[in-house]
């Protein structure tokens, strides 16, 4: 069996390196390799990452474009329609005015000419070309909220009084919108306004005594009190013509 001989120690030990510098460059290459797989990797997590987001952007707009275009359809049905309510606003109104003033016709007479001037005042303003609709409008809710606090609220004053084709100064009260009475200055005499039959009613000395109770409570004279006396208008309840009524200032 032959030795090895020098030559052989150096080639294989030639070998060998180029052996060693060949896995050498498989890791490098595998490194290499593995580095762009990572970057890869992380390139597709950010592209995944920026798609979610602009996924998730796109669903909000569509859902702020809806709502938008909502808003524009409801300002455009709301432009289409306007036309149709300036049009008929003053049928409206006029309905509205014709409706209050037969409640005041057909109401307790109490400061009736004051009222119907308030009304005739109401529809000049109704008619007139230089006013606008807001301004009517506001006027027509005036005139009505007037007309809703007289059934709250209790009121007296001096007027003239007609009756048998007399004159005479009295002192009025009125209770909201059920009791219309008159007194004398001496307290001698005294009525109640009927609706049914339109007429003035006589009232008892109790009664005249009652009604002089309410005229100073009405001035802020007297504290408030529960009086007894006749209603001006009928009510669905025996004691129609004479309940005790709360009064207050």
């Known amino acids: 069996m032959a030795l090895p001989t020098l030559a052989d120690a150096s080639s294989l030990r030639d070998e060998t390196a180029q052996q060693q510098q060949q896995q050498q ?13 990572r970057e890869l990797l992380t390139r597709l997590r950010d592209a995944q990452s920026s798609a979610q987001r602009l996924e998730r952007y796109n669903d909000q707009l569509s859902s702020t474009l809806s709502e938008q275009q909502q808003r524009i359809d409801r300002q455009q049905h709301a432009i289409e329609t306007l036309g149709e309510t300036r049009e008929a606003l003053p049928d409206t109104l006029q309905d509205m005015l014709d409706r209050l003033r037969a409640l005041v016709k057909a109401d307790v007479p ?17 008619v007139d070309p230089s006013v606008s609709n807001e301004k009517r409008m506001e006027q027509l809710l005036s005139v009505w909220r007037t007309e809703l606090d007289y059934g709250r609220s209790m009121d007296s004053w001096r007027g003239q009084l007609s009756q048998d084709d007399q004159q005479r100064d009295v002192q009025f009260l009125r209770m909201g919108r059920i009791g219309f009475y008159y007194l004398t200055p001496d307290g001698e005499q005294g009525g109640v306004w009927k609706n049914r039959d339109h007429q003035w009613h006589p009232l008892d000395s109790d009664e005249r005594t009652e009604v002089n109770r309410g005229i100073r409570i009405a001035n802020d004279q007297r504290a408030p009190e529960l009086l007894s006396l006749p ?14 009524q709360g009064a207050s200032s």
């Open 25 to 37: 460059a498989i890791q490098t290459r595998i490194d290499q390799a593995d580095d762009e797989t």
């Open 231 to 244: 209603l001006s208008i009928e009510l669905d309840q025996p004691s129609s013509e004479s309940a005790s």
């Open 110 to 126: 109490f400061r009736h000419a004051e009222r119907m001037a308030r009304l005739d005042g109401l529809e000049k303003t109704l």
